[in-house]
């Protein structure tokens, strides 16, 4: 599957931050890949998919 990638920069990283840009942008029920912090925690609430990735082990990105 061919998606988009939409990636912006906020001046701080909040639960109450991301919650407008993720649900202004990706449609409801659609698979989100973030890193593991934990302010991302509340996505599948949202209604969204997740899946993470782990930095810390060189991982940026998953086919």
Request: charged share 20%; hydrophobic share 35%; aromatic share 10%.
């Amino acid at each position: 599957m061919v998606g988009t990638v939409a990636i912006q920069m906020l001046a701080n990283v909040k639960q109450t931050s991301i919650f407008s840009p993720i649900t202004s942008t990706i449609m409801a029920g659609i698979l989100v890949y973030t890193d593991e912090c934990d302010i991302y925690n509340r996505v599948s609430e949202w209604g969204y998919g997740r899946e993470t990735v782990c930095h810390s082990r060189g991982e940026y990105g998953r086919d």
